[in-house]
């Protein structure tokens, strides 16, 4: 069984900083790329960033400049440091990640996991 999950959201002002984490838990082999998501209410999850398992880099527009995502590999565990938060960025934050499991001796099994999310609001 696999498990990721997030912790670090919260309640900021505009302008504040906070960090979220993510560790994969389990019967983890190995994880693939990683990747933050959100989803602000009425709205479509959307991607905010990823990262690959040799920390080649993706970012939506809209937070380039501000988040940076990283990531311990030997620690399963990806991370989000978000700062100059804006009202706007206010959503659900979910961690994503493509984990490959052992099977007996040699099968390993890749699937694509979410976290269960954090809130994050930003007040104006």
């Known amino acids: 069984q696999v498990q990721l999950v997030e912790s670090g959201g919260g309640l900021v002002q505009a302008g504040g900083s906070l960090r979220l984490s993510c560790v994969a838990s389990?019967?983890?082999?190995?994880?693939?790329?990683m990747g933050w998501y959100r989803q602000a209410p009425g709205k479509q999850r959307e991607l905010v960033a990823v990262?690959?398992?040799?920390?080649?880099?993706k970012y939506a527009d809209s937070v380039k400049g501000r988040f940076t995502i990283s990531r311990a590999n030997a620690r399963n565990t990806v991370y989000l440091q978000m700062n100059i938060l804006k009202p706007e960025d206010t959503a659900v934050y979910y961690c994503?990640?493509?984990?490959?499991?052992?099977?007996?001796?040699?099968?390993?099994?890749?699937?694509?996991?979410w976290g269960q999310g954090t809130q994050v609001t930003v007040s104006s």
């Open positions: 994503n990640g493509d984990v490959t499991v052992l099977r007996g001796s040699s099968t390993r099994i890749t699937s694509n996991y």
């Open positions: 389990g019967s983890v082999f190995s994880v693939a790329t």
């Open positions: 990262i690959s398992s040799v920390g080649i880099t």
